[in-house]
């Protein structure tokens, strides 16, 4: 596609439910970063993926975060038993390389009931 | 550890006005400095910076880097009400595989 694509753009979900956030690069790019935004606060670094794998995973915020990349492509952010404190706006970026600017999607806004 | 520092935190101008926004940063083996723009949703992607003294322009936006003093900053000329947006500033580092770490940033609203 043109641009980053991410769905659901909204997510409602109660408190201890699994949710499943999508993430669509622009094609051809091989590195892809997710990282959060919550209200008031900066964007929030979570995991940077090379192709299919994942060599930095520092910014999860607990065991309950995971990600994982598959053809390369589209990338999907499960976040399980959800809290009230994951309430925030996650944000998929996409560049050709590392070195070149990463690109946004207009992210997911989930809200933890 | 790295950080991004952005000021002023918030600016409200009038339509014509020329405003520059700041940004310092430290950083662990810098490769390069961003600008984006935040609207109401995606942080649009505006400029990178890698040299010193060297100065990015798009229209009646640009952008220099100062990389003894640490900092750059956002020049926009003849603002319009369409500028309005909080304004991204991030550095990367390929010693932290290029992720970014963003400042707060300036919320700049510009009335007619």
């Known amino acids: 596609g043109a641009g980053v694509s991410q769905s659901p753009s909204n997510k409602v979900t109660e408190k201890g439910k699994d949710v499943e956030l999508r993430c669509d690069p622009i094609?051809?790019?091989?590195?892809l970063y997710w990282y959060r935004q919550s209200l008031g606060q900066g964007l929030e670094f979570l995991i940077y993926f090379q192709g299919n794998s994942a060599p930095d995973k520092s910014g999860l915020p607990s065991d309950r975060f995971s990600a994982e990349r598959t053809g390369g492509s589209v990338s999907t952010l499960t976040i399980q038993r959800t809290q009230q404190e994951d309430s925030a706006v996650y944000l998929c970026?996409?560049?050709?390389?590392?070195?070149?600017?990463?690109?946004f999607g207009d992210g997911t806004r989930l809200s933890i009931l | 550890e790295d950080k991004v520092v952005q000021s002023p935190l918030s600016l409200v101008v009038h339509e014509g006005d020329t405003v520059t926004l700041n940004c310092s940063y430290e950083?662990?083996?810098?490769?390069?400095l961003l600008w984006y723009k935040q609207e109401k949703k995606a942080p649009t992607f505006l400029f990178m910076l890698?040299?010193?003294?060297i100065e990015k322009k798009s229209g009646r936006l640009s952008s220099i880097l100062d990389k003894k003093e640490l900092f750059s900053i956002l020049n926009i000329t003849a603002t319009q009400t369409g500028d309005s947006a909080v304004y991204l500033c991030a550095v990367g580092s390929p010693f932290n595989t290029d992720k970014l770490i963003f400042g707060t940033g300036t919320r700049l609203q510009v009335f007619p």
């Open positions: 094609s051809g790019h091989t590195a």
């Open positions: 970026a996409s560049s050709s390389n590392r070195a070149q600017p990463q690109h």
């Open positions: 890698t040299s010193s003294g």
């Open positions: 950083v662990t083996n810098f490769r390069s």
